[in-house]
């Protein structure tokens, strides 16, 4: 695909990565080149979601699951649960790019001519 400002945009959206209110992409974990690289290799805007999903789960790392302070207690999403959650959106693209017709290969016989 040939990527253009709408296309990263909407890439951005469906991989969860929006640039905050006046951000920039370095606030993100895909800057506009990289955005670019997944719309290039892909055959529709949800195969570059599912790449860049699994893309994403690669980058996750382990932090604190939970702590307290006095009587007030913490609990964040554990790893695995992002890693989860990751690959699950990965699978769910990966299945509407087939849907959309995104990796179709068609064969034909050549008539024969006589």
Do not use: C
């Amino acid at each position: 695909m040939t990527p253009t400002a709408e296309l990263r945009e909407r890439l951005r959206k469906l991989l969860n990565e929006v640039i905050p209110d006046g951000g920039t992409e370095s606030d993100t974990r895909f800057l506009d080149v990289d955005l670019d690289e997944l719309l290039i290799e892909a055959q529709s805007i949800y195969a570059a979601a599912s790449t860049g999903w699994t893309m994403k789960a690669g980058m996750l790392q382990g932090q604190i699951e939970s702590y307290g302070v006095g009587q007030e207690k913490y609990e964040l999403t554990s790893l695995k649960d992002q890693l989860y959650h990751a690959l699950v959106m990965a699978d769910k693209y990966a299945v509407a790019a087939k849907a959309s017709g995104g990796s179709l290969i068609l064969k034909f016989k050549p008539p024969e001519v006589l």
